[in-house]
């Protein structure tokens, strides 16, 4: 399973040693304010240039309005940054109909469209329809709904093995829940920086290793 870090702070792309490899970062409003940069071109503009700098290789960016226009002029002159720094670029936006013109929009400039905020098997098969290349669901906004997530994230997987859009299980804060979604073949998950270094080592791996370390100075004691 492909990894991305939920991070538009550059300064937390490099993670601790025993981490898996990450392919890319992916960003959202919400996640560019929390990094205290603002909503605009330049912004984003400055963020291909530093996965490029960071040596990764995919940036999957969310545009901040559905106003059609606007998504083709930030589209052309972030496809052009990205095409130069040899980075692929995915647009993300919402999984709504408000937003179809403006995904209509993208697919049109043959850019990787990701349609995020899926919540239920209705809006899968729309994004479907649209021709989404990724589909993110919410897992931790679904749990906090009452909702079981799991059975929608095998309707997910179902939809990816056909051809359809690929999931890219969103926002992974559980390491039980990240178990699970390499044991049911999803594409790919996005997860903090905090997360991933935390992940990186375990407390039983590290009680074993003392326990070993301890049973070879015993062996040579005697």
Not at 18 to 32: D, E, F, K
Not at 132 to 148: E, M
Not at 197 to 211: E, F, N, V
Request: negative net charge; proline residues 7%.
């Amino acid at each position: 399973m492909i990894l991305f870090l939920d991070s538009a702070d550059a300064g937390l792309w490099t993670l601790a040693p025993g981490c898996a490899p990450v392919r890319g970062i992916t960003t959202n409003p919400t996640l560019v304010h929390a990094a205290k940069l603002a909503v605009t071109l330049p912004t984003y503009l400055a963020l291909i240039r530093s996965v490029q700098a960071a040596g990764l290789t995919e940036l999957m960016l969310q545009l901040p309005g559905a106003d059609v226009a606007l998504a083709r002029a930030w589209c052309s002159e972030l496809q052009a940054a990205a095409v130069q720094a040899h980075v692929t670029l995915t647009v993300k936006l919402p999984c709504h109909p408000d937003w179809q013109a403006t995904i209509a929009a993208v697919q049109d400039m043959g850019l990787p469209l990701l349609l995020t905020g899926v919540s239920n098997p209705m809006q899968l098969l729309w994004a479907q329809a649209q021709g989404a290349h990724y589909v993110a669901p919410y897992i931790g906004r679904l749990q906090a709904d009452g909702r079981d997530p799991w059975p929608f994230l095998q309707a997910c997987v179902a939809v990816q093995q056909q051809g359809g859009p690929r999931l890219l299980a969103a926002s992974i804060k559980s390491g039980d829940v990240l178990s699970r979604l390499v044991a049911l073949g999803a594409y790919a998950a996005t997860i903090r920086p905090d997360f991933a270094s935390d992940l990186a080592t375990d407390p039983l791996t590290d009680s074993a290793l003392r326990q070993f370390d301890a049973d070879v100075h015993a062996s040579l004691a005697h």
